[in-house]
């Protein structure tokens, strides 16, 4: 059973970087088949997808973050990770990563359950 | 880019039949795979529907999905509607440089 597991921390302050690492078991990251996503949702809005890293390190983003945010895997340790910097009160949401199916379609099988990420002035 | 469209809100009575529709702005819905998904209050999403039709591991027949070239949207329908089907529900549709999700309905089961 693939499971994914969200970690980081809860508050940032405005202006800095909001840094979350994602723990994936059941599963490999090397897997040539799958991406490696970050998905948000602020309170009261929709998803909003941020980007995916693939195992090589290649990696693809939402132009709207795109000069705020770098994504990264860990393959020894069967992790990726989103950094975003310069984060303000628009950034707060609960933050999910996905496991993305690359194969006919591009979809979201597997989900973390989320952690949410307040952004303080 | 490309915009999905979907409905605010949706609501039904239990056992009664209910269509969401998710309409594709600029080029053809057909021309990439719709996925869509479940999300219920205080937990994370759940895949329902991916290449535009095909159910995911462990729901049951009431959920399907197709698409429209005419109307250039995609359509879940929910039959036999239960009050577990309430939730938020997204579509998603992709392209070679970018992933969009639809604003979601919300799904009210009276």
């Known amino acids: 059973q693939v499971q994914l597991q969200e970690s980081g921390p809860g508050l940032v302050k405005s202006s800095g970087t909001l840094s979350l690492t994602c723990t994936v078991s059941g599963a490999s990251v090397r897997s040539g088949s799958d991406c490696w996503s970050w998905v948000r949702r602020p309170p009261g809005q929709g998803l909003e997808w941020m980007g995916f890293?693939?195992?090589?390190?290649?990696?693809k983003y939402n132009p709207s973050l795109k000069s705020r945010v770098t994504m990264s895997v860990d393959t020894s340790n069967n992790q990726f990770f989103l950094n975003l910097k310069s984060v303000t009160a628009a950034d707060t949401a609960v933050y999910y990563c996905a496991r993305e199916k690359y194969q006919n379609s591009r979809w979201f099988d597997t989900w973390g359950q989320g952690t949410l990420v307040t952004v303080s002035s | 880019n490309f915009i999905l469209t979907q409905p605010h809100s949706v609501s039904e009575s239990p056992g009664k039949t209910v269509t969401i529709s998710c309409t594709r702005n600029t080029g053809s819905i057909a021309s990439n795979y719709v996925q869509w998904y479940q999300q219920r209050p205080g937990t994370s999403p759940t895949s329902v529907i991916y290449?535009?039709?095909?159910?995911a591991s462990g729901v049951p027949d009431r959920f399907s999905g197709s698409y429209d070239i005419s109307s250039n949207s995609a359509y879940l329908t929910i039959s036999g509607l239960k009050p577990e089907d309430e939730g938020d529900y997204f579509c998603q549709s992709y392209d070679s440089d970018t992933r969009v999700f639809g604003g979601g309905t919300k799904l009210t089961v009276l």
């Open positions: 290449e535009d039709s095909l159910r």
């Open positions: 890293v693939y195992y090589t390190g290649t990696t």
